[in-house]
């Protein structure tokens, strides 16, 4: 009973995403081919939010729910480092027509296949932290 309301929340936000047709492989299809404005317009509205409410929190020093002061680190910008990441997110999302986020949405909606794309990304981030010590950062 104690995470019923995340789970509630996490139903919502997977029929949300359902019903705006934001998992579905021919629109992120139509998005890698340049036939469809829709995921770009979804893509670039969660950008701009996601700008102001990260300023948002910032300025107001607002605080979690246990009641620390929210605090949102600057990252160094380097740009070999959001090249390749964002190369290998990009050919990820590509080759499996799915982002990372609605995976476990389309498994809830009944595409068993993407179980295997949930395990290799699984796989990868555990890999990843065998040899982050070694990566340039």
Not at 32 to 44: D, K, L, N, R
Not at 58 to 76: D, Y
Not at 84 to 99: P, R
Request: glycine content about 14%; charged content about 10%; proline content about 4%.
């Amino acid at each position: 009973m104690k995470y019923l309301k995340y789970i509630a929340l996490g139903v919502l936000f997977g029929v949300t995403l359902t019903k705006a047709e934001i998992i579905s492989w021919y629109r992120i299809y139509e998005m890698f081919m340049f036939q469809s404005f829709h995921m770009y317009g979804v893509i670039g509205s969660a950008v701009v939010l996601g700008v102001g409410v990260n300023q948002y929190i910032k300025r107001t020093r607002m605080k979690s729910i246990s009641g620390e002061i929210i605090h949102i680190p600057n990252k160094p910008f380097s740009i070999p480092r959001y090249l390749i990441g964002g190369t290998l997110f990009g050919l990820g999302w590509a080759l499996t027509g799915a982002c990372p986020g609605p995976m476990f949405i389309l498994l809830g909606n009944g595409v068993w296949v993407i179980s295997i794309a949930i395990l290799s990304g699984l796989a990868g981030t555990y890999f990843y932290g065998l040899v982050r010590h070694k990566l340039p950062h």
